[in-house]
């Protein structure tokens, strides 16, 4: 069966660290997967679209890597700071059939002073 | 623009009364959405919609109905409300390219039934 598996422990880090969050994907043939960012009693932000054949994408301190032989998905933010502790959802669109993605039960991200 | 709009915020029902969450978009998007959150899990999709008159079942329909009658407005009716229906619910729009396009959430209306 397909699955979508984001690490369900939060991520703890010190505040200027490279944060580094997980998404890796079984039985899918991806288009393209997305990040996004969700505060707490809040609905999710779009952050960055990486396509199947791309390596990689950067917006200003984040990175999201793709890699389809591994089926994993990284996303990196650089010098973290508190602001950035929220949980992030990874979702991933497979190639054909529905144009909807699935997303991941995302991390939890918690940047410490 | 207000982008997705919700309503309410909050609401307790008792198992078996109805209701209905109030979603409207002003982006002129054809693709509104439905998801459901509960706590630690993913966001699973309900229902969807790609244009007014056109609605389709998601993953976790059971219990629910929708219906598009414009394209800024995506109603989501609960009919007898049961205690597994709480959750956070999330509407979501886009103009739904194939080639990937952003969904814009709503603030979330966050259901409990008892």
């Known amino acids: 069966s397909q699955k979508i598996e984001q690490n369900s422990e939060a991520l703890n880090i010190q505040e200027g660290k490279t944060a580094t969050l997980t998404c890796n994907y079984t039985n899918y043939s991806p288009a393209y997967l997305q990040w996004y960012r969700q505060d707490p009693g809040r609905g999710p932000v779009f952050l960055l679209l990486i396509r199947e054949n791309e390596k990689e994408k950067r917006k200003e301190r984040l990175k999201v890597t793709f890699d389809t032989t591994l089926k994993q998905s990284l996303f990196h933010i650089t010098a973290s700071q508190p602001a950035d502790s929220a949980t992030y959802l990874c979702a991933l669109k497979a190639s054909g059939g529905s144009y909807i993605p699935t997303f991941g039960r995302g991390t939890s991200l918690i940047v410490h002073p | 623009n207000a982008g997705v709009t919700q309503t309410p915020k909050f609401r307790i029902l008792k198992i078996g009364q109805s209701m209905t969450l109030q979603c409207t978009q002003d982006m002129n998007h054809n693709y509104m959405y439905w998801y459901r959150q509960d706590p630690g899990m993913g966001l699973k999709l309900i229902y969807y919609?790609?244009?007014?008159?056109?609605?389709d079942k998601g993953e976790v329909p059971n219990g629910y109905n929708v219906s598009r009658s414009t394209t800024e407005d995506f109603p989501l009716r609960l009919e007898l409300a049961a205690p597994s229906q709480t959750s956070v619910y999330f509407c979501?729009?886009?103009?739904?390219?194939?080639?990937?396009?952003?969904?814009?959430f709503g603030p979330g209306t966050r259901l409990t039934v008892l």
């Open positions: 919609s790609v244009g007014a008159g056109i609605t």
């Open positions: 979501a729009s886009n103009f739904g390219q194939s080639r990937g396009d952003t969904q814009y």
